[in-house]
């Protein structure tokens, strides 16, 4: 599989409660209408399906959003993610928080109160344990020992972290309809899948390549006027000696280039200034399913800038009336008419 046909995993991991939840489900609705599936506990994690597996599996993810709440930083479902996250590199480029108000973690203090928690829970098992007389068979139980000493080691860092993010708050979220949250995530799935380093290749090959003719240019030029001007027995050139012919023929080449490069940036300056003036870009954002499809404008193939795996990027003609977008591919397709007024408009497809 090409990386360009990976379809990015949206995570979600949040606590279960109404605020949380409301706020999940507002999250998914958004992403769905821009056609961008987040996958959460409560649609994905089906009858007997594994709990730890599915946890892990957010902590493997490369795209997490985080609702974090005080139940999220007490409880040892959350926690254990949160830890799984931590644990597989790259932690801040990879989650994106939305930490509610209730949440107290900005002052050293409020941070140390979590420790304590953490702490006493530690503590609070392992008295249960010591009452044991028997200590044997105890798997499961010494697991949850462990991991709460893990995240008591732990949750200083991590909050840590967290407080030093701007997540904004959860009003300022769904007043913009989480359109700063879906910005940043697509701007980090279109660095992750969107950058061609072959583009760059073979573009600075050409750009080497053209130095390359010129600097061959010059020297068959520079050759030619210092033979002409040493081998001449015209009158003209009796009392020329090769200095001052090789400093003649060095001018010469300079003004040459230098003239030759104006036009040329003049000229490209031109044509991009005529482009522009005859069409606009487009982002289309379609669902993450069909980003490989066919996209037609007015009927006819687009001429397509940029494809990822959340917008395809289309370059058009300017005119007074609307223009026609649609996708397809073998099971599906859509299609919508929208007129288009200014430059890097976002039209959706799919809605």
Known sequence: MRKSDKIPSIYLSYAWNSQSESIAEAIEKEFHKKGVRIIRDKNDLGYKGRIKEFMEQIGRGKYVILIISNKYLRSENCMFELLQIFKNQDFYERIFPVVLDEVKISKATDRLELVKYWENETKNLNDKIRELEELSNLQGVTEDLNLYTEIRGN????????KDINSLNADRHMSSDF???YGLVKQRIATDLGGNPGKLRVGKTIKQGVIALVGIAVLVLIFSVFNRGTSSNGNNNKDIGPGQASKDSLLIVAETAESKTEK???????ISTEVSEKTYDVELVVPSYMSNG????DNEPAEIID???IFIKVRLKKKNSSHRFEIKNASDSCATDKLISQNNVQVALCD
């Open 155 to 162: 949750i200083a860092n991590l909050t840590n972290i967290l």
């Open 179 to 181: 359109g700063q949250l």
């Open 264 to 270: 040329e940036k003049i000229s490209e300056e031109k």
């Open 294 to 297: 066919v996209v037609l404008v």
């Open 307 to 309: 494809r990822n795996l």
